[in-house]
């Protein structure tokens, strides 16, 4: 069974920053993809970075490319989203998730199977 435990959301002003923190399992985090979503009211949920089991990151939205770091902490199991220069529009519950299959890296949203409960990140202009 996989577990994602976030944390890390917030209010801020736009210009400034907000570090998100996925917390699993040592076999989960030794073996699995990791990844972030986000979804803003009435739009679709939409993919925003991921890393490997080893390292290899991958953005999905250009908007964040440059902006938004996602790395990883093997002592404690922890995948982190490092958020810098947040704009009003990056206002959207980000959820962390985990792919259906160890070993894999997906590329679409469906294949995404198991879900963090979801943190508010609002970014006031």
């Known amino acids: 069974q996989v577990q994602l435990v976030e944390s890390g959301g917030g209010l801020v002003q736009a210009g400034g920053s907000l570090r998100l923190s996925c917390a699993t399992s040592e076999r989960t985090f030794s073996a699995y993809a990791m990844g972030w979503f986000r979804q803003a009211p009435g739009k679709e949920r939409e993919f925003v970075a991921a890393i490997s089991w080893i390292g290899r990151r991958t953005y999905g939205v250009d908007s964040v490319k440059g902006r938004f770091t996602i790395y990883r902490d093997k002592a404690n199991n922890t995948v982190y989203l490092q958020m810098d220069s947040l704009k009003p529009e990056d206002t959207a519950v980000y959820y962390c998730?985990?792919?259906?299959?160890?070993?894999?890296?997906?590329?679409?949203?469906?294949?995404?199977?198991?879900w963090g409960q979801g943190t508010q990140v609002t970014v006031s202009s």
């Open positions: 998730a985990a792919p259906r299959s160890a070993w894999i890296m997906p590329t679409q949203t469906s294949n995404w199977g198991y």
